[in-house]
């Protein structure tokens, strides 16, 4: 059974930019979670959906923000990038988003902003 | 979400010695999990904690859910090359919770050289 997948792997952008990254969920699983990942500060949550709706959100501001469509693919955009939006960001399904379900990462897209 | 306070942040180990590390946490859980992530790679579940005072193994690593449950600990024994990597922990009051409500540690840096 494949795992999550993330596309792409590495990504270089400059201020000002946007970006869209991609998440794959295992095959089977509705939620799919997006952490930001940065050393020293750990992995930061940034929402979560389920069936195509933004079921929790963390604390970022509105530049960041994501959606999922039928087939539990997701995508999230961070748009006007700022030097301090790199970071690792890490994507990860489950059958329903909650902690009783175990939940699955996949490689995490590395973000750099120049 | 919050962050937990995580020990130490880096270990710098010798081949065949054993590895301690620990959460604690300024609210009670019910919940704890334990990650590994190797470099270039998503978090891994290494062991789940649903008890206090729980004591849980698998294979040289063993997890305990502190009695005060504001807190919880990861051992490696005899460790080997391959268990360098950034362990964390994360955390939540209810196993009902989405994982949007989860807290993370910052994580636990494992160098082992030969």
């Known amino acids: 059974k494949a795992g999550v997948t993330q596309t792409p792997r590495y990504l270089i952008k400059t201020r000002g930019q946007q970006v869209t990254l991609s998440c794959s969920p295992i095959?089977?699983?509705?939620?799919v979670s997006w952490y930001q990942q940065t050393p020293g500060q750990g992995l930061q949550f940034l929402f979560e959906?389920?069936?195509?709706?933004?079921?929790n959100k963390g604390n970022f501001p509105g530049r960041f923000s994501g959606r999922q469509f039928s087939n539990s693919r997701s995508e999230m955009n961070v748009s006007t990038l700022e030097l301090g939006d790199s970071a690792l960001y890490l994507c990860?399904?489950?059958?329903?988003?909650?902690?009783?379900?175990?939940?699955?990462f996949g490689p995490g897209t590395r973000l750099t902003v120049l | 979400g919050q962050q937990l306070n995580q020990s130490p942040q880096s270990m710098f180990i010798q081949e065949g010695e054993d590895v301690s590390m620990n959460c604690t946490s300024s609210?009670?859980?019910?919940?704890w999990l334990w990650y590994k992530q190797d470099p270039g790679e998503g978090p891994v579940l290494l062991i789940a904690l649903y008890k206090a005072g729980e004591l849980t193994s698998n294979g040289r690593l063993t997890a305990q859910f502190g009695i005060t449950r504001k807190d919880s600990f990861l051992n490696i024994s005899a460790s080997i090359p391959s268990d360098v990597g950034i362990y964390f922990c994360a955390g939540s009051f209810m196993t009902t919770d989405s994982w949007g409500k989860f807290q993370f540690g910052a994580g636990t840096q494992v160098v082992v050289t030969p």
């Open positions: 959906y389920f069936s195509e709706t933004q079921r």
């Open positions: 990860a399904s489950s059958r329903s988003g909650r902690a009783s379900d175990e939940q699955f």
């Open positions: 609210s009670i859980f019910n919940t």
């Open positions: 095959s089977g699983h509705r939620s």
